[in-house]
């Protein structure tokens, strides 16, 4: 009950496109949904999050769609750039256990 | 948000020693953790750092193996004892004011011949 599954594993997309990542969990006590931009050698740099009290957040080219009923969310990155290419991480929260759970990962690579 | 740097990047050991990982936040932050990261996977959290306290471990990770200080509201260490090949990782260090919005450090490198 405490997963996140996250897919798919690895993307690739042209320069320009919209690549979308897509996580599910089954907690319904998780309350906090980040996202996290991994490059290689580096650590996890938080990209940006979302509560349940809202569907849908944009911070610059990056959306989140949040989907209580179905508990679901997903990451798009619009006008998607090779500067993009990193290893993207869902994760999920909850209050009761003070804990991130992250999802298994997603590869990204935007081809010139 | 939180600046979060960690002392070494990188490490190469031998079987049988012990290494510690400093961590170290730029602003006084409630929560500290520490995680480890197999290369090319995702993170598993191995404890929380408490300040004054004895850390609390993640299933599978223990205090004998992973001994964890943390005297003051900006600072921890991880040590990783009598090291094993199955040691090597990346060892992350993240803090925040609360559980849900962590920053990370850049990681260390660990790898144990």
């Known amino acids: 009950q405490q997963q996140v599954k996250q897919s798919p594993q690895s993307l690739i997309v042209q320069k320009g496109g919209i690549p979308i990542i897509n996580c599910a969990y089954e907690n319904t006590a998780f309350d906090y949904f980040p996202w996290y931009q991994q490059f290689p050698g580096k650590g996890p740099a938080l990209l940006i999050a979302?509560?349940?009290?809202?569907s849908e957040k944009k911070e610059g080219r990056f959306t989140i769609s949040f989907n209580k009923s179905a508990k679901q969310f997903s990451l798009h990155i619009m006008d998607s750039q090779p500067g993009d290419s990193a290893t993207y991480f869902c994760?999920?929260?909850?209050?009761?256990?003070?804990?991130?759970?992250f999802g298994q990962g997603t590869t990204l690579q935007v081809k010139p | 948000s939180a600046v979060i740097s960690q002392k070494p990047s990188r490490d190469i050991c031998q079987r049988g020693t012990s290494l510690t990982i400093q961590c170290q936040v730029d602003?006084?932050?409630?929560?500290m953790f520490w995680y480890r990261q197999q290369p090319g996977q995702s993170l598993t959290l191995i404890a929380t750092?408490?300040?004054?306290?004895?850390?609390?471990?993640e299933s599978g990770f223990v205090i004998d193996k992973f001994p964890i200080s943390r005297p003051n509201l900006t600072f921890s260490t991880l040590t990783v004892s009598n090291m094993s090949p199955e040691d090597s990782s990346i060892y992350l260090c993240?803090?925040?004011?609360?559980?849900?919005?962590?920053?990370f450090g850049p990681g260390t490198r660990l790898t144990v011949t």
């Open positions: 993240s803090a925040g004011r609360g559980g849900d919005e962590q920053y």
């Open positions: 602003s006084q932050v409630t929560m």
């Open positions: 750092a408490n300040q004054g306290s004895e850390a609390t471990y």
């Open positions: 994760a999920a929260f909850s209050g009761n256990t003070g804990k991130l759970i």
């Open positions: 979302i509560r349940p009290d809202v």
